[in-house]
């Protein structure tokens, strides 16, 4: 049973416009929320992060915007560009227990258009 | 150099052998992780560590086993390794828990291949 799921597997902008990434969880104990960006060969790199408590956080051109009624967040990128172009994987934390670890969700591949 | 190294990159091995990945770090972190990713699957958590002396089972831990030999290195070995065990496996390092914020540093990655 998946706890964080990402139903887009892939998502085509064009550049410049702007992408917008959707994750959905069930788990209602998660915490913190975080984007990660993959490119092929190499691992995951941080990319933003939510907490609980809040409801955006922008860093640069990447906002995301948490939803906890609906449990639901979204990664927004404006605008996009060519290097944006990789697989970008939602993950959750939950604390309880003092448990720790991400549980990821399966990824959206964004292809940036020129 | 990179911060957190893992080896072999890549990796055949036949069913029933015995496999050891290798992760070492140089950021100084507590705390350590090794997830596997199977192909269109997001990452799933095997073990993580807090310290030396303090292992914790993940989501998918069963036939997997973990050492904690320093601070930094922690390795994942497949007692017996099976075809579905096959997948890319990523170490990952983190100063502090994930939940104060503190950012999680992946490792490049072993692509296992069990035969």
């Known amino acids: 049973d998946q706890q964080v799921k990402q139903n887009s597997p892939s998502l085509s902008v064009q550049e410049g416009r702007i992408s917008i990434l959707n994750c959905d969880y069930t788990?209602?104990?998660?915490?913190?929320f975080l984007w990660y960006k993959k490119y092929p060969a190499e691992g995951p790199t941080f990319l933003i992060s939510i907490s609980s408590i809040k409801d955006k956080n922008e860093d640069g051109r990447f906002t995301v915007f948490l939803n906890k009624s609906a449990k639901h967040l979204s990664l927004h990128i404006v605008p996009s560009q060519p290097g944006d172009s990789a697989v970008y994987f939602c993950?959750?934390?939950?604390?309880?227990?003092?448990?720790?670890?991400?549980?990821f969700g399966k990824g959206t591949h964004l292809i940036i258009q020129p | 150099d990179a911060d957190v190294t893992q080896t072999p990159r890549n990796r055949i091995t036949k069913t029933g052998k015995r496999i050891m990945l290798e992760c070492s770090q140089t950021?100084?972190?507590?705390?350590m992780y090794w997830y596997r990713q199977d192909p269109g699957l997001g990452l799933r958590l095997i073990y993580y560590?807090?310290?030396?002396?303090?292992?914790n089972k993940g989501e998918i831990s069963d036939g997997y086993s973990v050492s904690r030999q320093a601070q930094a290195k922690f390795s994942l070995s497949l007692e017996s390794a099976i075809p579905n065990q096959t997948a890319l496996y990523f170490c990952a390092t983190s100063d502090g828990p994930l939940i104060y914020n503190n950012e999680q540093y992946f490792g490049p990655g072993t692509r296992l291949t069990v035969t």
């Open positions: 560590s807090f310290d030396v002396k303090d292992i």
């Open positions: 993950a959750a934390v939950y604390s309880g227990g003092g448990a720790d670890g991400l549980t």
């Open positions: 950021k100084g972190h507590d705390r």
């Open positions: 788990n209602s104990m998660f915490d913190y």
